[in-house]
């Protein structure tokens, strides 16, 4: 993978996870809907709407997007796709961090996991 495909991987996953994270903090404030009948929904939507952090995160995500579009015309999808699993690894950290959840043993564990598949993807870069 070439340099300038690793600096846009960082950015791709930083903007997703950047995105998830705000948008689960921003949701988590909006609350559940009440209901399913049309003006629930509606004051659900609104009460959404109204959430900075939800905009912070529809920007992030859109970013997120776009830059895996160019990471796919730069890199082999057999490398994208799995080194883009770097997701799961900072967003376990911000979950933990940023977000205050409670992060199993196990779930580490996975992350772990998670953080040597993608070593060793980047390091046979699609050969």
Request: proline share 3%.
């Amino acid at each position: 993978m070439s340099h300038r495909a690793v600096l846009m991987l960082i950015f791709f996953v930083l903007c997703n996870t950047g995105g998830e994270l705000a948008m689960s903090y921003g949701m988590k404030r909006v609350g559940e809907p009440q209901g399913f009948r049309p003006m629930e929904l509606l004051r659900f939507v609104w009460s959404a709407a109204k959430n900075r952090w939800l905009w912070l995160a529809i920007p992030m995500l859109a970013a997120s997007f776009y830059s895996l579009l160019i990471l796919f015309s730069w890199a082999k999808v057999s490398v994208v796709i799995p080194a883009s699993a770097s997701n799961f690894i900072v967003g376990t950290f911000g979950a933990k961090y940023l977000l205050k959840e409670d992060v199993s043993f196990k779930r580490w564990m996975g992350v772990l996991c998670v953080i040597l598949g993608v070593a060793i993807v980047l390091k046979t870069g699609g050969h």
